[in-house]
Antibody, heavy 120, light 110 residues
Framework: QLQLQESGPGLVKPSETLSLTCTVSGGSISSSSYYWGWIRQPPGKGLEYIGLIYYTGSTYYNPSLKSRVTISLDTSKNQFSLKLYSVTAADTATHYC????????????WGQGTLVTVSS | QSALTQPASVSGSPGQSIAISCTGTSSDVGGYNFVSWYQQHPGKAPKVMIYDVSNRPSGVSNRFSGSKSGNTASLTISGLQAEDEADYYCNSYTSSSTWVFGGGTKLTVL
């Protein structure tokens, strides 16, 4: 059974960098069959797509976040990561990592989510 | 990219049917058959209920169905049950090779 688990600091200061890691178990992030991505949800608000990465390293970012986001793979650890630069309070959100099957339009497995608060 | 448009809330009584709409443009919902619907209970991760417009993943009740006409997709839930009370989000592929979510709809079972 595939499992995804987010990890990283729960508190980040304004103007600094938010860094999260998603550890995948029960499947390989090197598979050509899937994309791996990040989705966030501010408290009490809706879901927002952040971006996806393919095993080749190709990335697909939300245009509104593209200038501040990097998603990368670490195949040796079967992990992928999110970095969001120059954060503000508006970036406070629960962040989910998820898997999307190649050639289809759905995120079939999700992590439990981790809340990151931006505050001094 | 702009979020897809969903009604903020819908409600229905047990046993009734409801529909939730998701309106986009020809650059997302109308242009591709990659529309999915997610159910989210408070404090939980989203769960996919419908994918690729009208397909149901294994294990999802056949009371959930999806459709699309033009730039608007719809999720229909028949035979409403108390456990269906949750937030629902649509999601679509876009012409920018990215994905966009709807603003979400709160379903209340009266």
């Amino acid at each position: 059974q595939l499992q995804l688990q987010e990890s990283g600091p729960g508190l980040v200061k304004p103007s600094e960098t938010l860094s999260l890691t998603c550890t995948v178990s029960g499947g390989s992030i090197s598979s050509s069959s899937y994309y791996w991505g990040w989705i966030r949800q501010p408290p009490g608000k809706g879901l927002e797509y952040i971006g996806l990465i393919y095993y080749t390293g190709s990335t697909y970012y939300n245009p509104s976040l593209k200038s501040r986001v990097t998603i990368s793979l670490d195949t040796s650890k079967n992990q992928f990561s999110l970095k969001l630069y120059s954060v503000t309070a508006a970036d406070t959100a629960t962040h989910y990592c998820a898997r999307k099957k190649s050639g289809s339009g759905w995120f079939d497995y999700w992590g439990q989510g981790t809340l990151v608060t931006v505050s001094s | 990219q702009s979020a897809l448009t969903q009604p903020a809330s819908v409600s229905g009584s047990p046993g009734q049917s409801i529909a939730i709409s998701c309106t986009g443009t020809s650059s997302d919902v109308g242009g591709y058959n990659f529309v999915s619907w997610y159910q989210q209970h408070p404090g939980k991760a989203p769960k996919v209920m419908i994918y690729d417009v009208s397909n149901r993943p294994s294990g999802v009740s056949n009371r959930f169905s999806g459709s699309k006409s033009g730039n608007t997709a719809s999720l229909t839930i028949s035979g409403l049950q108390a456990e269906d009370e949750a937030d629902y989000y649509c999601n679509s592929y876009t012409s920018s090779s990215t994905w966009v979510f709807g603003g979400g709809t709160k379903l209340t079972v009266l």
